[in-house]
């Protein structure tokens, strides 16, 4: 028991001796240790912008100066016949049969329409799709898309569809050029 109050007493020397100053006095430290809680509240936000989607109606004007707009079938039946013209008239799987009725003069064309269909072979097929028309009267405009292998190769290429007692056609110095641009020609 001796031994405990001697390291009792010695322990009481070390601390008064950490508490004196220079001069020998005792003075009393005290450390107050302050708990600090930091509470950190989490904010979402959320803003959502209203968005309004207008879709405007597109008009190309040609170089004859008629107004076309983007093709929506069954919207209007001469621009569906005109749509239907170009597709039986410019695929080069149709027959020289399928496609006299849609150009103005297609008589001894045989051969180039033969030619047409050997070089739309060699590149998974040719076809002209109709993507925009104008009608003024008996005139159309039409803007079109060049077709490989139904793919577009050309497209925003302006052509043309008149209005005849047989319908819309095609004529046979556009359906030439068409060729010519085809490299068959026509006689």
Same mark, same amino acid.
């Given at each position: 028991?001796?031994?405990?109050?001697?390291?009792?007493?010695?322990?009481?020397?070390?601390?008064?001796?950490?508490?004196?100053?220079?001069?020998?006095?005792? +003075?009393? $430290?005290? =450390?107050?240790?302050?708990? &600090? *809680? %930091? #509470?950190? !509240?989490?904010?979402? @936000?959320?803003? /959502?912008? +209203?968005? $309004?989607? =207008?879709?405007?109606?597109? &008009? *190309? %004007? #040609?170089? !004859?100066?008629?107004? @076309?707009?983007? /093709?929506?079938?069954?919207?209007?039946?001469?621009?569906?016949?005109?749509?239907?013209?170009?597709?039986?008239?410019?695929?080069?799987?149709?027959?020289?049969?399928?496609?006299?009725?849609?150009?103005?003069?297609?008589?001894?064309?045989?051969?180039?329409?033969?030619?047409?269909?050997?070089?739309?072979?060699?590149?998974?097929?040719?076809?002209?799709?109709?993507?925009?028309?104008?009608?003024?009267?008996?005139?159309?405009?039409?803007?079109?898309?060049?077709?490989?292998?139904?793919?577009?190769?050309?497209?925003?290429?302006?052509?043309?569809?008149?209005?005849?007692?047989?319908?819309?056609?095609?004529?046979?110095?556009?359906?030439?050029?068409?060729?010519?641009?085809?490299?068959?020609?026509?006689?």
């Amino acid at each position: 028991m001796k031994a405990k109050i001697l390291v009792l007493v010695g322990a009481v020397a070390v601390v008064v001796a950490a508490c004196s100053s220079d001069d020998g006095s005792t +003075e009393a $430290t005290s =450390t107050t240790i302050a708990e &600090t *809680t %930091t #509470t950190v !509240a989490e904010t979402t @936000t959320t803003t /959502v912008a +209203e968005t $309004t989607t =207008t879709v405007a109606e597109t &008009t *190309t %004007t #040609t170089e !004859a100066g008629i107004a @076309t707009s983007p /093709v929506v079938p069954g919207e209007n039946a001469d621009v569906d016949a005109i749509v239907a013209a170009y597709l039986v008239v410019f695929d080069s799987t149709t027959t020289y049969d399928e496609k006299q009725p849609y150009v103005t003069d297609l008589s001894g064309l045989e051969s180039t329409v033969e030619a047409y269909e050997t070089a739309g072979e060699s590149v998974g097929g040719i076809a002209l799709q109709a993507d925009e028309v104008g009608i003024d009267g008996e005139n159309a405009k039409v803007i079109y898309s060049f077709l490989f292998a139904g793919n577009p190769a050309y497209t925003d290429l302006d052509g043309e569809a008149v209005r005849t007692e047989a319908g819309w056609q095609v004529t046979r110095e556009f359906f030439c050029d068409i060729m010519a641009s085809a490299r068959v020609g026509c006689p």
